[in-house]
């Protein structure tokens, strides 16, 4: 498959799938607290797509090659899981921290996205995984220019997780994405600057570390989707789908509640709710 440039017009289609991804976390933000399990936070979400949106969520019975239909419309990874975490009768507690993932589709077009959440307090450990996944998601983010490759990115992300003590997960990566769900090209979160796809204007793609607190190696549970670290160490993951700019990047999954971007991103490349 071909890496494809979108169009203005189908920028503009994708700036609004994309909000619409960000605007469900927004919605779900008050409702992540201890007691609630990660099926209510599914049907909470599915709800709000299906019924306040009109979108469709992605996930649901979604089933690349080799895979059994994805059964939910969103995914909840909470401490170890790494991603794909499928909703369950698990209750969340104090102090767990949890990614929520969130793919729409709206006329077509789909927009993803991902955020950390903490369930009350959380430990000092878990809270700087978060923030250092974050922080090395902005890292990447921020080298998104026409003439960088994608060498640059990945290698940008692995610089700043591994100099905290973290380990990237290899195994998982960004793509693209558009009319499909996952389009070419595949963005690892490690490398080589200098190295891979030559970035062009016209490219919308997703930038979604995956850090573990541990060692990087993972396994996936029974239920044929749900990818845990090996050694049980903490996991974190945020993801934005952005597009490359005649200049520069924009990114398109912000919406009023995103956190804002670490200050070391510079404000010439959009940035907006």
């Not at 019975?61 to 009768?89: E, F, K, L, M, W």
């Not at 945020?238 to 070391?264: I, K, M, N, Q, R």
């Amino acid at each position: 498959m071909a890496i494809t440039f979108k169009t203005p017009e189908e920028l503009a289609k994708m700036r609004i799938a994309g909000r619409l991804a960000a605007e469900v976390l927004d919605f779900v933000t008050p409702h992540v607290k201890p007691g609630v399990t990660t099926l209510q936070l599914d049907t909470l979400c599915h709800d709000y797509m299906v019924k306040v949106q009109g979108t469709v969520p992605a996930t649901l019975n979604y089933a690349p090659p080799g895979h059994r239909p994805y059964p939910a419309s969103i995914c909840t990874s909470v401490n170890h899981q790494v991603c794909h975490g499928i909703p369950g009768d698990k209750v969340l507690k104090a102090g767990d921290i949890v990614n929520i993932d969130i793919t729409v589709i709206k006329d077509g077009w789909h927009g993803d996205t991902s955020r950390m959440f903490y369930v009350g307090e959380p430990s000092i450990q878990a809270k700087r995984l978060c923030e250092t996944t974050y922080e090395a998601m902005w890292q990447g983010i921020a080298l998104l220019r026409p003439g960088a490759t994608l060498g640059d990115v990945g290698a940008a992300i692995q610089k700043h997780a591994e100099g905290k003590g973290y380990s990237i997960v290899r195994e998982f990566c960004g793509h693209g994405i558009g009319k499909r769900f996952h389009e070419e090209p595949q963005v690892l979160h490690y490398g080589r600057a200098g190295q891979g796809v030559e970035l062009k204007k016209g490219m919308i793609f997703t930038v979604e570390p995956m850090v573990n607190a541990g060692k990087r190696d993972i396994r996936q549970l029974g239920d044929g989707w749900t990818i845990v670290t090996r050694d049980h160490s903490l996991s974190a993951q945020w993801e934005h789908t952005c597009a490359v700019t005649e200049d520069g990047f924009e990114v398109l999954t912000v919406s009023a509640g995103s956190p804002p971007p670490p200050a070391f991103v510079g404000t010439g490349s959009a940035i907006t709710a």
